[in-house]
């Protein structure tokens, strides 16, 4: 279970202490210095946010390479926002963040993408196996019928059945499309679930096992065949964009996209999710 916010303030009570959490995850408790080549505990300089060498007087700067370094806003305040990223089943609004940090709606923007970015680079794409559910779905416009499409957002999900979930946003479901991802992400041999959209059909000449239904009439599971657990999946991401977010761009999807996949890859361990993110910064 993630930690309380109570927890979370007594764990970060100020910027100084997020930025001893920062040293030590980044380059741990016992430094071997870059300079002097010597090992030994860094000791905090006072009035710049560095560590120096004890021996030479060499600074570490644990905020460097980092997003930290180019915000003026406390360190503080961007632990909290990723504690509120890794703790929402739906997503944190630019306009939360501004409520919740006192920043600028321009600054809380920022920091969310920044987050959601380092969210989905952090998941990373490991290869699925087994059986894989893949499915296509429309995000944005104002209905999920084909009239509105060409005004929706075209993404793409790969699920492993008890595993974990790669997205994409696509620019079509064509088959020189879609089929390019499945070879790229599914292991030859896998079983790939889908629906009866004609560009799947096409998945057993790459090596592929391939079952499907047909959900125009009215079949939803054929024995083990069913792509439900991808479908569950977007029912969450269109419901969190609707009622939190509103809309999303194009331009700006596949960020969203990267932090829910994150949540999902994440749901057996969410007491990870914070310090994970946090080491990907």
Not at 96 to 106: A, D, N, P, S
Request: include cysteine; aromatic fraction near 12%; proline fraction near 4%.
């Amino acid at each position: 279970m993630s930690f309380t916010v109570t927890e979370f303030f007594k764990r970060f009570p100020d910027d100084a202490t997020c930025l001893d959490h920062l040293m030590s995850v980044r380059f741990g408790d016992s430094v071997e210095c870059p300079k002097c080549a010597k090992v030994g505990k860094m000791h905090r300089v006072k009035k710049i946010p560095a560590y120096a060498c004890s021996w030479c007087g060499h600074h570490i700067h644990p905020m460097s390479g980092t997003p930290f370094e180019r915000s003026r806003t406390p360190l503080q305040k961007w632990f909290y926002a990723m504690y509120l990223f890794t703790t929402s089943r739906h997503g944190v609004p630019a306009m939360e963040l501004h409520r919740q940090l006192g920043v600028t709606y321009k600054c809380a923007w920022r920091m969310g993408h920044e987050i959601r970015k380092y969210m989905g680079q952090v998941d990373g794409d490991d290869g699925l196996s087994g059986v894989v559910e893949a499915d296509e779905a429309y995000i944005g416009g104002k209905g999920d019928d084909h009239k509105y499409r060409t005004r929706m957002t075209t993404v793409f999900g790969m699920v492993e059945r008890g595993g974990d979930i790669i997205t994409r946003v696509v620019p079509n479901t064509q088959i020189r499309t879609l089929i390019p991802h499945i070879r790229e992400n599914v292991e030859p041999g896998s079983t790939v679930t889908t629906d009866e959209l004609h560009a799947y059909k096409h998945v057993t000449r790459h090596g592929f096992k391939h079952t499907f239904v047909k959900h125009r009439y009215g079949e939803y599971v054929r024995g083990e065949a069913h792509t439900n657990t991808i479908e569950g999946f977007w029912s969450i991401l269109k419901r969190s964009i609707r009622g939190t977010h509103v809309h999303v761009s194009r331009q700006h999807m596949s960020k969203y996209l990267g932090e829910f996949e994150y949540r999902y890859n994440m749901r057996h361990v969410p007491e990870l999710m914070f310090t994970r993110l946090l080491r990907s910064f």
